[in-house]
């Protein structure tokens, strides 16, 4: 029987399935007798967060959250809630200007908000630089509507990944087939998976290849209060996009042009409400852009999510529970790493997230030694985010991605499960 699907939808399945296949666990694992850490999920607050979203439904909830939101304007989304983000950004984010409503527009999540920024600022077939290690998802982002590529711009090692950035961009852009068709980078800060955070001259620099080359810069700041507490002092402090936009400033910097500077954030991570699909675009100078943003998104948002976060950020205990994120992040985070100095395993040192990086397997040289390891600790209870997926060093295979933003309980139970593997397999 013939399916009636576009050719456009028969070559993105073709290209896009294969992927999906790939990360998908063996059909032997009963994932309601396992520990996921491979997600981006945070569940330190979730008890606070589902009493406070019950009192605000109770409490809150009108007959106009079931009306349209805006219909037939563009001007984008739910005001209370644009402004209660531009408060949010401008007390948390340090941008040089001042975030306005009017600068920012509503989306179903940051992958909503990367997908329709794309959208607006490359044709089919275009390409984004993205310096790896990335999060494999922003392929499906980029390729299943768009249709645009992904450039790897790949470092030669983990540690002080950052002192690469440019060189690993610049490499990648020179030996693109044709530059032309190179339209913007695509950044994670904090990064994914890494948990770290560029430092002010690596962005900088950044900014100036963009400018030189006429690029957009989206930058995705999800993770960017999801600090951990007690890390080394010479880490990099998370610094926003929005901080770096005026050449003017004394401290700040290059001639940058504002209009080509886009900043994605949502709730998903720092409160776990991924379920939720509300997000943003922040572009300050680009009013055309927004626009069609706003148009491409129009009927993206829900009233219901809108309503929880704008309570949320103008909770008088708000700057309570960021402290509290963050005291729970980090107790759990150093569970983690006291089980994985105990083995002896490698790992790059997060600072702001809710994951780290680690070679949990020593000695594999293979892409079949990685798999069959992590296939097997997944049957054994444990399901973790493969490393290969993420595009980093390349032929450097046994990292993963493990996630600690649960509770300390299941975290406990997900490393003796590990480390019973361990025992078993050394």
Request: glycine residues 6%.
């Amino acid at each position: 029987m013939e399916s009636g699907l576009s050719l456009r939808m028969q070559t993105t399945l073709e290209e896009l399935l294969p992927a999906f296949g790939a990360t998908a666990p063996l059909k032997q694992y009963n994932p309601t007798a396992s520990i996921d850490l491979s997600s981006a999920q945070n569940e330190v607050l979730r008890s606070e967060l589902v009493e406070f979203f019950k009192s605000t439904i109770e409490d809150k909830l009108t007959g106009q959250a079931f009306a349209l939101p805006g219909p037939g304007r563009l001007d984008g989304g739910h005001l209370q809630l644009r402004e209660a983000l531009a408060s949010f950004f401008n007390t948390w984010w340090n941008p040089i200007h001042v975030v306005k409503p009017e600068h920012i527009v509503l989306t179903a999540g940051a992958s909503d908000a990367l997908e329709n920024v794309i959208h607006a600022v490359c044709d089919d077939g275009d390409s984004v630089l993205v310096p790896g290690p990335y999060w494999y998802g922003f392929e499906h982002i980029l390729k299943s509507r768009a249709n645009v590529n992904v450039i790897l711009a790949q470092p030669p090692t983990y540690e002080n990944y950052d002192n690469y950035l440019l060189p690993s961009l610049q490499a990648a852009y020179d030996f693109s087939d044709d530059r032309s068709r190179i339209k913007a980078v695509l950044l994670c800060n904090p990064h994914n998976p890494l948990s770290r955070c560029y430092p002010k001259k690596a962005l900088l620099e950044l900014m100036e290849f963009c400018q030189e080359r006429g690029l957009h810069l989206i930058s995705d700041e999800i993770y960017g209060l999801a600090g951990l507490n007690g890390v080394p002092t010479s880490a990099p402090n998370f610094v926003s996009a929005l901080s770096l936009t005026e050449p003017l400033v004394p401290e700040g910097a290059v001639k940058v042009d504002p209009s080509r500077i886009h900043v994605v954030w949502s709730a998903s991570k720092l409160f776990g409400m991924s379920g939720f699909r509300v997000g943003c675009l922040v572009s300050q100078q680009n009013p055309q852009l927004l626009t069609s943003v706003s148009l491409l998104t129009l009927s993206h948002t829900n009233n219901i999510a809108s309503l929880c976060l704008y309570h949320l950020l103008t909770w008088s205990q708000f700057p309570t529970l960021l402290t509290l994120n963050s005291e729970r992040l980090t107790a759990s985070y150093r569970l983690l790493a006291t089980f994985l100095h105990k083995w002896r395993i490698d790992f790059v040192t997060p600072t702001h997230g809710i994951f780290l990086f680690a070679k949990l397997v020593k000695n594999a040289r293979s892409v079949e030694d990685e798999r069959s390891f992590y296939d097997r600790l997944a049957l054994h209870g444990v399901k973790l985010g493969q490393g290969r997926f993420y595009r980093g060093v390349e032929g450097d295979f046994g990292w993963t991605r493990i996630r600690f933003s649960v509770s300390i309980d299941v975290l406990k139970s997900a490393l003796a499960s590990i480390d019973s593997f361990l025992l078993q397999n050394n």
